[in-house]
């Protein structure tokens, strides 16, 4: 079967009692040939990872009833106005941690992209055209037209690989509770796998306690820490083990989560530690919080205060403000990023580094002080201010966005205004996939400095290096201005690819989250097999620590 082969319509039918069991998420054994940049066909063979539920090829209402989030069937909603974000010549660091920093801050990184200005990247702005095309295909290889099927990108979809619907049969498992509290622990299961979706390396696979199917990458970390959920693992309340609280988080020990997440000689996640310790920190937040998560220290006990919120607006399907959400995520999850995070005025800004691609402020001299310097060449006027420099992304924030918004639109019928603010998301499998289409490519000096890393982290880990790739840390200059250009190309594509499926939107246009969904997180994993088909891995590798990406 051809990389671009329709996929058969009709689905294995999902009953009660089959819904515990897993499929298998492992690719066909294929043959295939070395990806080429110099050719726009795409004869590869490659079988997809395609979530099927029900009749129809891919349904987002089958999905246990998890609508999808902005797709163009959503109703317009009543006018709404939006907070704006904070000054930042006022509170710079209140600023960079605002949504909307993210796309317009990103947006200078891409000016410069478009001008083939990179500091480490050449930029062919004609190979743009075969990522449209290459995503256009994949959709239409999945989805029927006019695409209204296709969900908006969450966690909610990996839980279901192998088109089991996790999830449903979950909730069916839960009687005589009401529809709030369903939420609550989705919300909680959601937000605590999300927080462990970081990239979980080569080596590592997970076995399913239900039917012994391996595994990987998402896929397997959203099942290990869906059967972890069950297990009540993440529960300090023994009355009710189907919830994530402060108590069970912060007994939670490095040794406990290896076990959950099988990790183990020879079969090593990346960044064990910096996981666990996420998720104990996790506690600690979700305890001093109060006000977002309540006295029991749930992360589902945000609906409560979201549904509460005075800018909610009540009616048959309550209304949230986006930046509510945002601001719940971002100031309750506040204490968990590691203190080695960039901070203004001790305020750490989570996923958010300083680029040399970005505005420079110069040195100011103090009188009889020796010079101090800026880490990159100065480059921009007097009025610069330090905190133009930091690129901020939110990546894991906006994942949990995107992902938190699924349960609280199908079980609470909540509508959220202002989700255009929500970017695509700043990771390798769509950053990488206009690196292996040819649209960047690493410069050579940059090139030889991540072989060496590699070389380095092969000698430190091990690993054999069956495929190699440049390696960096997440907060080298390389990653950050990768991602940077990352977001603003993904607005660019979703944009071409609306335009190249023209008349088959019938009159609508596909969103970013369904974009990400169908198209470009899928075509980044697609292409890096074809790639690189013994690692899967993407062009670029980071050496992850567990919380970024």
């Known amino acids: 079967m051809g990389l ?12 009660k009692d089959s819904a515990s069991f897993d499929s298998d998420n492992s690719h066909n054994n294929i043959s295939i040939g070395k990806a080429s940049r110099n050719s726009s066909s795409n004869n590869k063979s490659l079988r997809s990872n395609t979530f099927n539920f029900s009749n129809s090829r891919t349904s987002a209402s089958s999905l246990g009833g998890l609508q999808s989030p902005l797709t163009p069937m959503t109703p317009h909603l009543p006018k709404v106005n939006l907070p704006k974000p904070p000054d930042p010549s006022l509170d710079a660091a209140g600023y960079l941690r605002s949504l909307g920093a993210v796309r317009e801050r990103c947006k200078i990184v891409t000016e410069k992209a478009l001008q083939n200005q990179l500091n480490h990247f050449d930029v062919d702005l004609d190979r743009f055209p075969d990522v449209v095309q290459f995503v256009c295909r994949i959709i239409k290889r999945d989805y029927d037209a006019p695409f209204h099927s296709i969900p908006g990108h969450g966690r909610y979809q990996h839980f279901a690989v192998g088109g089991r619907d996790r999830i449903a049969h979950l909730l069916s498992t839960f009687d005589a509770i009401d529809s709030t509290e369903k939420c609550r622990r989705l919300i909680d299961l959601f937000l605590v796998s999300v927080l462990l979706d970081a990239g979980a390396g080569t080596t590592w696979s997970f076995k399913s306690a239900d039917s012994g199917k391996i595994y990987r990458r998402s896929e397997g970390l959203a099942i290990a820490s869906f059967e972890m959920f069950k297990s009540g693992i993440f529960s300090g309340n023994p009355s009710n083990k189907y919830q994530v609280d402060k108590d069970g988080l912060r007994k939670l020990t490095v ?4 076990k959950g997440l099988q990790s183990c000689p020879g079969n090593e996640v990346a960044g064990l530690e910096g996981r666990a310790q996420l998720l104990i920190r996790l506690g600690d937040a979700l305890a001093e919080k109060t006000e977002f998560f309540g006295e029991t220290g749930r992360p589902g006990n945000m609906i409560d205060y979201l549904l509460d919120h005075p800018t909610t607006q009540a009616s048959s399907s309550p209304i949230i403000v986006l930046p509510v959400l945002w601001n719940v995520l971002m100031s309750g999850l506040a204490p968990i990023w590691p203190s080695s995070r960039t901070a203004i005025n001790g305020v750490s800004l989570g996923d958010a580094w300083p680029c040399s691609s970005m505005p420079q402020a110069q040195p100011r001299a103090v009188s009889g002080s020796p010079p101090t310097f800026s880490p990159f060449p100065p480059q921009s006027n007097p009025t610069t201010e330090a905190w133009e420099s930091i690129l901020p992304f939110h990546k894991l924030t906006q994942w949990l966005t995107y992902s ?19 970017t695509g998301l700043p990771e390798y499998r769509n950053g990488g996939l206009f690196v ?8 050579d000096t940059e090139m030889q400095r991540g072989l060496a890393h590699y070389a380095e982290y092969c000698r430190r880990t091990g690993s054999s290096g069956v495929e190699v790739a440049p390696m960096f840390e997440p907060g080298d200059d390389v990653i950050v201005e990768w991602r940077g250009v990352t977001v603003g190309f993904l607005d660019k594509l979703c944009r071409d690819v609306n335009v190249a499926l023209g008349g088959e939107l019938n009159g609508g246009e596909l969103t970013l989250a369904q974009l990400l969904e169908a198209g470009s997180w899928k075509g980044g994993r697609e292409i890096a097999e074809v790639s ?3 690692t899967k891995e993407p062009p670029i590798l980071i050496d992850s620590d567990g919380t970024v990406f």
């Open 404 to 422: 938190l918004m699924q349960p609280m639109q199908s079980l609470l019928k909540i509508q959220f205004a202002g989700t255009e603010l929500l």
């Open 532 to 534: 690189r088909p013994n």
């Open 4 to 15: 671009f082969s329709r996929k058969p319509k009709t689905p294995r039918p999902l009953t």
């Open 255 to 258: 040794e406990q989560l290896a």
């Open 436 to 443: 292996d289409l040819g649209v960047l490519t690493l410069k």
